[in-house]
């Protein structure tokens, strides 16, 4: 199986989007990861929702385990601010990583390899056509734990 065949549609964000849509978007569709793309409708980044929540919790919280025990939902509000006009890219983690991309015909074992490397649950899929590329779809690792394990 490859790549083309495991590939599904994945919602992406703009660069350029409003970053609490895209956490809503994050949060609505139940997903792994966050799709990012350049103004140009490429793979810009795949970010972990684990990294994206930690860009939104106090310095303090993340720095004292403690501290952060100590910090009651009244303090959602200040999260919720905290993204309040941002775009995007003004969200990512500051040390950004390019996303993990295969080609079609990827195989089952490269896919999983590049994703257990990169730490991310989501490989984008990209076609070339000459000087175009563009974005075929993405394979989660839900859908590749598939067919490593076999599924329902």
């Known amino acids: 199986m490859s790549a083309r065949d495991l590939a599904e549609p994945y919602p992406s964000v703009s660069t350029d989007d409003d970053a609490t849509e895209a956490a809503r978007l ?11 793309v350049d103004p140009d409708g490429q793979p810009y980044a795949i970010v972990p929702g684990s990294q994206l929540i930690g860009q ?8 004292d385990p403690l501290l952060g025990a100590v ?18 890219a003004e ?3 500051r ?23 990169t730490h991310t649950p989501l490989v984008a899929v990209v076609e070339s056509d000459g000087d175009q590329t563009r974005l075929a779809g ?6 590749l734990m598939e067919q490593l394990v076999g599924g329902p």
Do not use: N, Q
């Open 95 to 117: 040390r950004r990583f390019l996303p993990p991309t295969v080609g079609p015909d990827a195989s089952v074992m490269h896919i999983a390899a590049l994703m257990a490397r």
């Open 26 to 36: 994050l949060a609505e569709y139940k997903l792994p990861a966050l799709l990012v």
């Open 91 to 93: 969200w990512l983690p």
């Open 71 to 88: 910090i009651d939902d009244r303090d959602l509000d200040d999260v919720r601010e905290k993204l309040t006009g941002l775009t995007v």
């Open 56 to 63: 939104l919790v106090p310095e303090y919280a993340l720095e």
């Open 138 to 143: 993405a394979v989660s690792a839900a859908r």
